[in-house]
């Protein structure tokens, strides 16, 4: 019974959220554009652009989507290799640096003031001068140094530990301070620095001259393996690696932001807890022969979230500023403001559940204490324990304990009703991690096990079983059938009313002639003539009602006159005319061959309805249907036969309110609470 109220309609945890995107909406995101202002940087490519503007652009791009999708999200631009020590601002600046943007919040007039720049490419030319050409000594160590103060600033964007760093380097140089590798060594021990601190470099090149490539290898590889696993292969930074190539303009560019923006980012970290058993012989410590479990750290990544319309905010209309909102629990006898202390001897405000009409109190503590996971484990090493001090707030109690294995195949895909979470160890957290993730996932992997456990993604969600699968990639260097194991997945297990049920098209209810062979025939030449093409990427695909209503935005915000998306020609999922045609011949053979006449039935589908109150058509019904007496009543006796939770979850809470009328029962609380306490009367 408890457990039913446990969701989104919690009475005691009424603060708390069990939607996804804001639960994993918890870090920030600070990126910082360090863009190479060296005079071959004015060069332009086959589309007649030069490449600083193709960089600025892309940035430019970035910060109108930043202005409507987060608040808090910051955005800088670093220019390195001009003429001398500047800075935009006059806050902060080195040698051949320019902090063209200090890192900031996004706002309309630093978008105008960036987009008049870039239309004017002359003006911006003047702004950043480049170093003289006879001054080869690229200045990428100091501007590298900058950036990590630029996280770090007092009276600045606050950065917090949990916060995404990132830096994004534009440059058509692949070998900056070429023949001198003190210098070079020198930008790679910055680099590091960074790093450590959680700092993410990513790499966008272009090619200078056509038919000359950009190498990564010459010097920017060891950049970016600086959080990698001690390789230096590419294969192992290439998510970090964007390329336009001689030719690519701002469009290519752009696709490659957007790719980089929606890369799997890492969510938290959290505690997974290994249950070691009985040991074989009981100790002086410990007479049961109880072991304590063990415990690793892992990263959580969420690979896919629902994109969905933003929520309102309510705005005082004299000011436009943000209304706060309060709410105070009055006393109707006495109309006395109630204090919502509940650690003091005589709280004024205490909370219960109902349980079969009976108040039973449970207060939040309480729910908080059910909802957490039963662990006992040794203390932490003392590297550990500093770590898990300063991610604290990283971790946000989420927790996972392993409770057994069990064969895969007792896995059904229709189980996975969401999208999973996959989960790497983190070593940074708690040493050893990596060694013992790594051993039970190959153990997993080689007798054929998944791992069901018990899992808590944040101190307001309800706990729930998931299955922990191990997520294996192919490895393409090796020439036998080797694999990796890069980490595991969480599939969470769902309930039994979280999966519908499917109606067969066979009961009767929907005959059709029988399909000749030459019918079939014709579909699968036509299913075959229209496949994907082999670059298809799903990814690419863009909801329009989402983009539509996010252009308004931003274009309010931006106080432009028209948003940019335009429905003609960046929907899509429109239907793509020229493609249909090419096939035109077996379309008209199939619709002959079937009869149809799918031009009228498509029409007559997308008639417009007839507006409310209007007269004609049939009533619209209400939901559910509930046993009435011949008085119009509801008959308990027929109800009482015939109920259960999935079905009183189908009514709407009118009806379940006229039943608790019938059965005597308070009418008061979420959709959730009336249907437990009816259940409770009827049982």
Known sequence: ????????????????????????????????????????????????????????????????????????????????????KNSSSGDMGTDRVLNFLPLGVPSADRILNLKNLIDDPSQLQKVIKSQPSTDRVCPLKEALWLCNQSFNVKGGVAVKNTDYKRVWIFTNDDCPNAG???????????????????????????????????????????????????????????????????????????DLAKRKEHRKRRLGTMRMYISSGLSKSPSSDDPNGNRKDSQIAVAMYKTILPAARPNHVWLQASTSEPAKVSSNYIDTTTGQVLSTETECANPAISTYIDVAGARVPFSKEDMKACRMLEVETEPLTRASESRSEDAEGDESEAQLKVLFFTPASSLNIEMNITSPIMICPDDSAVKGSSSLFTSIAHHMVSRGLIGVGAFCRSRSSMPRLVAMMTHIEENPDSGDSTYDITGMNLVTIPYSNEVRSLVSMNSGAVTCDPVSQEEEDVAVSLVKAMQFEDNFDYRDLQNPAIQHIYSVIQAVALNQETPEWNPATDDMLQPDSEGLDSHRGLLDKL???????????????????????????????????LPVDANGDIDVAVLRTMASEEMLLGETVVNLKKICVSLGIPQSGAKAVLVNRIMGALL
Not at 596 to 614: I, T, Y
């Open 180 to 254: 001198d590798l003190v210098e070079q060594q020198s930008i790679v021990q910055v680099a590091k620095d960074g790093a450590e601190t959680g700092l993410e470099i990513s790499l966008w090149h272009m090619d200078l001259y056509p038919g000359v490539p950009f190498k990564v290898s010459a010097f920017y590889s060891q950049l970016l393996t600086l959080n990698e696993e001690s390789t230096t292969e590419e294969a192992e930074y290439e998510h970090r690696v964007m390329g336009a190539g001689s030719a690519g303009g701002f469009d290519e560019m752009l």
């Open 1 to 84: 019974l408890i457990m039913s109220s446990w969701g989104k309609e919690d009475p005691i945890e009424d603060e708390g959220s069990d939607n996804e995107a804001d639960i994993y909406k918890t870090a920030n995101d600070h990126l910082i554009f360090l863009i190479d202002g060296r005079s071959h940087m004015f060069h332009t490519n086959q589309r007649n652009e030069t490449f600083i503007i193709t960089a600025m652009r892309v940035a430019l791009s970035v910060m109108k989507s930043k202005i409507i999708s987060s608040d808090k999200d910051s955005v800088g631009i670093i220019i390195f290799g001009v003429e001398n």
């Open 591 to 625: 619709k002959a061959l079937s009869g149809a006449h799918w031009d009228g039935e498509f029409k007559a589908a997308r008639s417009k309805r007839a507006p409310s109150g209007s007269s004609g058509g049939a009533p619209k019904k209400s939901k559910g249907s």
